[in-house]
């Protein structure tokens, strides 16, 4: 099993519908990381889990709901979203936060498009 | 603010060399992070700088000077796989990293 794996790859999803993201690592790091990844655009952090604490959560609007039931696993639960949350939403995980071991390991992605 | 600044694309020529800059402004500095992008994969890992001076790993080499707020990646014999977007990121006071929007590099035959 490779390091870090996300599913669905992709989602089509209406702004009524309700669905979940996943993200699984067997690296047994400690943190993990949700990022969205638009066009041309910075990657932006949205939230942060470490040893399943949630310790940050960058102004995220409540229509995005992290879950981390475990240090292995990361869920982002998606709820009434909007054409413009259509993006590349990519986890990520590291051994700890800080400096060279700060060194993060993504996932494929799920591209995710709300019509 | 935090900022960080890189080409937005750059086009290059196989088994030529390419530089590719990057400027910082973070409060504080623990770090600068380079990674690599294929189109429709994740980023993975290139480098990471702490201190000032030329790091090389292979054909590829990452350059940091902390007084110039200033970082680049050198990319040398160029081959087609090295098409992708490279991103730029430091690690501010707090260990938040701050990304650059990438650049996108074309390497041509």
């Known amino acids: 099993e490779t390091g870090v794996t996300q599913t669905p790859r992709h989602l089509v999803m209406g702004m009524t519908n309700k669905k979940s993201l996943k993200c699984e690592q067997h690296?047994?790091?400690?943190?993990m990381y949700w990022y969205k990844q638009s066009a041309k655009k910075p990657l932006e952090l949205m939230f942060v889990?470490?040893?399943?604490?949630?310790?940050e959560n960058n102004s995220v609007p409540s229509r995005f709901s992290p879950e981390c039931p475990n240090s292995s696993h990361l869920f982002l639960h998606l709820h009434t979203l909007q054409p413009e949350d259509s993006a590349l939403y990519l986890c990520?995980?590291?051994?700890?936060?800080?400096?060279?071991?700060?060194?993060?390991?993504f996932g494929e992605g799920s591209r995710l498009t709300v019509l | 603010g935090q900022n960080i600044d890189q080409p937005t694309e750059m086009t290059a020529t196989e088994g030529a060399i390419v530089q590719i800059n990057c400027t910082y402004q973070?409060?504080?500095?623990?770090?600068l992070f380079w990674y690599q992008q294929h189109a429709g994969e994740a980023p993975t890992f290139l480098s990471y700088?702490?201190l000032d001076g030329l790091e090389e790993k292979g054909r590829f080499s990452s350059f940091l000077s902390r007084s110039k707020g200033y970082s680049y990646l050198l990319l040398k014999e160029l081959q087609m796989k090295d098409s992708a977007s490279y991103l730029c990121?430091?690690?501010?006071?707090?260990?938040?990293?701050?990304w650059g929007a990438g650049t996108k590099l074309i390497i041509k035959p």
């Open positions: 990520a995980s590291s051994q700890d936060p800080t400096g060279e071991a700060g060194e993060l390991f």
């Open positions: 690296l047994g790091h400690n943190a």
């Open positions: 889990y470490n040893f399943k604490e949630q310790t």
């Open positions: 973070t409060s504080g500095f623990n770090g």
């Open positions: 700088n702490v």
């Open positions: 990121a430091a690690l501010d006071s707090n260990y938040q990293l701050i």
